[in-house]
């Protein structure tokens, strides 16, 4: 059964919407009904709806704020919204956070029930998704499927294409219907804030790329496979060369009609690029390089339009440019110093400017590299290092790219403040375990200080600065708080606690006592023993 939740400040309207339609033969259940949007929220996430119907003005938060806490939550949840006002500003944010329907008052029926279907169809169809599995096979249900998607993926591997004329033998293991004619790929990466990462919504947007293509490219190519891996949509195709032209056009026409779709990309937009024609599978991986590295070039070039890798004589060289900044920013990383840092990052921007015929994947291949090696002095994670590597990825212009690197060092800087300063409590924290130990013992501050390795005058200075309390206060408080436990837990004398915890001398250590505690031992076992 779907749970139905619904949020209007109308009661009166929460009741219409419970008369309208015959939930149980929509195989649904209204699990309650809340007033207000702190209320709402709250109930999301102790009740975890699968439909939400929600007005988009409620006391408190509005409906838009209560939609971006459900994402927030992760929970796989379809929305209804209903309005008062055919206003197209909530009913682009409303889109952009992929609701299943924006309904105006007065409701209608027809229009409810509809929403509900329409919801009803999404919550299955990712039901059916999660119990298929995740990843690559998550919307395969066919084997056939399955092997023309492997093709794509093993493209980096290395394909054998078996025994038969290449296309025969694709045909044949990879179930495609290819012909003679031009192969080439066309890559499509969506391109947005990690900081802002919502599945809900780039699965949508993926979804709306995936129909998109299908419109345009279905009856030109004699063979085409749509393959989704995370953001990126790859896309195989083979057509006969007469019709080169007419498949370029198409590809213009994808990119144009998902650029007047921008709207519906909360936060989002996106790169397309061409790989180079090719006239034999053998030669697919050339041409699905060249996709992934005219992506790059979005930096400069900019995003929502086709890219191709540009031709270019030879591979520039920029190891000096590499070793000179990986130099100056490891300076900069060990004086802890992010005004450095950030300078560092212009001068390199200044410098590769001045650079003639530098291309995209130049600067991301400079600032990846410069990234990594930062991250792997300093010892950072694997995870670390490829999460950098990813963003520089969804960088969609020069400004975001040197934007990933200064947060990328800035991170090392605060991880190295971060030991400094637990290098500097470090002598403190064995001080502290050895007076522990042995507070019962006759110990003193030069003692201790020579244990750490510093003078007493520092070391009782750096104890006062890390504890708040001097040595002799630190080694009371602890004889004190040993002493309580004894007269509570035991049924030693006085005398013989009093040697215990490290004084020979009874009537001083009643004085300390009554002074840390406000009464005599003898009292305090009384009162807690």
């Known amino acids: 059964m779907i749970k139905v939740l619904v949020a209007d400040d109308e009661k009166k309207l929460c009741r219409l919407i419970e008369m309208l339609c015959d939930w149980e033969s929509l195989g649904m259940e209204i699990i309650g009904f809340v ?213 370029r056009n198409a590809v213009r026409v994808i990119i144009n009609k998902l650029s007047a779709k921008r709207f519906e990309m909360w936060k989002m937009t996106f790169s397309a690029a061409l790989g180079k024609k090719v006239k034999s599978p053998v030669e697919l991986w050339d041409s699905l390089e060249s996709a992934l590295e005219g992506l790059k070039e979005a930096v400069l070039e900019g995003c929502e339009k086709l890219l191709e890798m540009p031709k270019q004589e030879g591979e520039k060289d920029w190891s000096l440019v590499i070793a000179q900044f990986n130099n100056e920013f490891g300076k900069a990383i060990d004086l802890c110093d992010e005004q450095m840092v950030n300078e560092c990052v212009k001068k390199l ?101 020579g244990i750490v390795g510093f003078s007493p005058g520092y070391f009782s200075s750096l104890i006062k600065k890390e504890m708040g309390i001097g040595f002799s206060e630190y080694l009371v408080q602890l004889r004190m708080e040993k002493a309580k436990e004894l007269l509570k837990g035991t049924n030693e004398n006085v005398k013989d606690i009093c040697n215990r915890v490290g004084y020979s001398d009874l009537k001083h250590f009643t004085a300390l006592f009554k002074k840390y505690t406000g009464i005599k031992p003898g009292e305090y076992r009384k009162l807690y023993g």
């Not at 929970?75 to 008062?84: A, C, D």
């Not at 066919?142 to 092997?147: A, I, L, P, S, V």
């Not at 900081?195 to 979804?207: E, H, I, N, P």
């Not at 999460?387 to 947060?407: M, V």
């Open 35 to 247: 007033h207000n949007g702190p209320d709402t929220i709250k109930a999301l996430r102790e009740r975890k709806p699968d439909i939400l119907i929600v007005d988009i003005r409620m006391p408190g938060c509005d409906g838009i704020e209560v939609i971006e806490k459900g994402r927030e939550m992760n929970l796989p949840l379809e929305v209804i919204i209903v309005s008062g006002y055919a206003d197209f500003a909530y009913a682009k944010a409303a889109i952009t956070h992929g609701v299943s329907g924006y309904l105006l008052k007065p409701i209608k029926k027809a229009e409810l029930e509809e929403a509900l279907q329409n919801a009803k169809k999404s919550i299955e169809k990712e039901r059916k998704r999660i119990a298929a599995g995740k990843k690559l096979y998550e919307y395969i249900e066919d084997e056939n499927m399955k092997r023309r998607h492997d093709l794509i993926f093993d493209l980096p591997m290395s394909v054998s294409f078996g025994q038969n004329s290449e296309i025969e033998s694709v045909n044949e293991q990879y179930y495609y219907h290819f012909v003679p004619g031009y192969f080439q790929f066309f890559v499509l990466c969506l391109l947005y804030s990690m900081k802002k990462y919502d599945k809900k919504a780039l699965q949508k947007t993926m979804d709306g790329f995936e129909q998109t293509i299908h419109r345009e490219l279905s009856g030109l190519c004699s063979d085409y496979e749509i393959c989704m891996e995370e953001n990126k949509c790859y896309v195989l195709c083979n057509y006969v060369e007469e019709r080169e032209k007419e498949f």
């Open 349 to 449: 921007e200044d410098t590769l400017g001045t650079e003639k015929d530098i291309l995209g994947r130049d600067y991301n291949s400079i600032v990846v590299s410069l990234g990594m090696h930062a991250m792997t002095k300093s010892g950072n994670e694997n995870e670390e290092i490829m999460g950098f590597s990813e963003r520089c990825e969804l960088c969609h212009n020069l400004g975001e790219l040197f934007d990933a690197l200064k947060d990328c060092l800035d991170k090392i800087i605060q991880k190295n403040l971060r030991v400094q300063k637990e290098d500097g409590r470090r002598p403190v924290r064995i001080a502290k375990q050895y007076m522990q130990n042995h507070y019962m013992e006759g110990i003193t501050l030069d003692e201790i200080a």
